[in-house]
């Protein structure tokens, strides 16, 4: 005959999922009620045996006298990897703020970020480059006929935008260069620039990488 179902099963589960360290004995009991202190043993071996018979990732032991889930060796090695990449992803404050203007104001200069930015950009650049979020669009028209950004489908897919229209109104950021006018109010020196841009040399092109400029391939 089948043992009826014990409600304190999936507490315990819940309760050592959302811990992030071994959880004492004691502590647990407070939240599973009468006898849980007697009985907690016998119920983490039933959770562990019905895992096991699931073929779960992940088993209930015992650690520095509490107890915690912990992830099955054969796997550590891809969920490793796994998270690597996604921290991989991630971009910082300095790289969201520099997107944010060339998505704005492209094709934009180098000098443009960092006169908004207010700081060197050259290691944020290049390594959006690196990651394909922007890319060399040309050369500007002006003295010096500095390199152009604009982003890339790359940029578009990370953010899930179908197209640059999609992308928030300016009212509706906190973007780094917002200046109080006289009346109060915050400007944000984000608007289109007005800078065109010249086609790249052969050389030039190969650092060009499916830029995406006013929702236009290249």
């Known amino acids: 005959m089948k043992e009826p179902f014990d409600e304190r099963l999936p507490l315990l589960e819940a309760l050592l999922f959302v811990s992030d360290k071994p959880q004492l004995a004691n502590r ?93 950009s050259d290691g944020v650049l290049a390594s959006l480059l690196e990651r394909r979020l922007v890319s060399i669009v040309g050369r500007s028209q002006k003295a010096g006929r500095a390199l152009l950004y604009g982003t890339t489908k790359d940029f578009l897919e990370y953010f899930g935008l179908k197209n640059l229209e999609e992308l928030p109104r300016l009212e509706e950021l906190a973007l780094p260069d917002e200046r109080p006018t006289a009346d109060g109010q915050v400007e944000l020196d984000l608007m289109a620039n007005e800078d065109s841009a010249t086609p790249l040399s052969a050389t030039e092109q190969d650092q060009v990488e499916d830029p995406v400029f006013d929702g236009q391939e290249f």
């Open 28 to 120: 647990l009991s407070q939240f599973l009620g009468k006898f849980a202190r007697r009985d907690l043993s016998e119920l983490i071996q039933q959770l562990n045996e019905s895992y096991a018979e699931e073929g779960r990732a992940f088993r209930i032991r015992e650690i520095a006298g509490g107890y915690q889930m912990y992830l099955m060796p054969t796997f550590t090695h891809a969920v490793e990897k796994f998270l690597t990449k996604q921290k991989e992803r991630r971009l910082s404050q300095a790289a969201l703020e520099s997107l944010s203007i060339i998505a704005y104001k492209q094709p934009v200069t180098k000098a443009d970020v960092e006169h908004v930015r207010g700081v060197n």
